[in-house]
Nanobody
Framework: QLQLVESGGGLVQPGGSLRLSCVVS????????IAWFRQAPGKEREGVSC????????DYADSVKGRFTISKNNAKNTVYLKMNSLKPEDTAVYYC?????????????????WGEGTLVTVSS
């Protein structure tokens, strides 16, 4: 059973930065594509960014492209989401999720495991 634990959320002013971490246990990242999702109050959950098992393929939602960067450290079994130039509309609970797949490219559907989420609030 894979477990994912997110951390790094908090309150930040507009224009600020945060780095979220997703620590995976129960297996290695070699077998999973990992995606970050977010859900703002009153809105549907949306895919933000994902990274393939190999780390060679990444993807970003248009709303965060150029501001967010996904990366991973296989030795630490951890996936990161660096968020720069944060905006109030980035306020949401951020979740990481794992997709046990042989697919080369990552995706935002068919996730097998989810973390509990970490809250990001962007406000002055």
């Amino acid at each position: 059973q894979l477990q994912l634990v997110e951390s790094g959320g908090g309150l930040v002013q507009p224009g600020g930065s945060l780095r979220l971490s997703c620590v995976v246990s129960g297996s290695t990242l070699d077998y999973y594509n990992i995606a970050w999702f977010r859900q703002a109050p009153g809105k549907e959950r949306e895919g933000v960014s994902c990274i393939s098992r190999s780390g060679t393929t990444v993807d970003y939602a248009d709303s965060v492209k150029g501001r967010f960067t996904i990366s991973k450290n296989n030795a630490k079994n951890t996936v990161y989401l660096k968020m720069n130039s944060l905006k109030p509309e980035d306020t949401a609970v951020y979740y990481c999720a794992a997709d046990h797949t042989v697919a080369v490219e990552c995706r935002y559907r068919g996730m097998d495991y989810w973390g509990e989420g970490t809250l990001v609030t962007v406000s002055s």
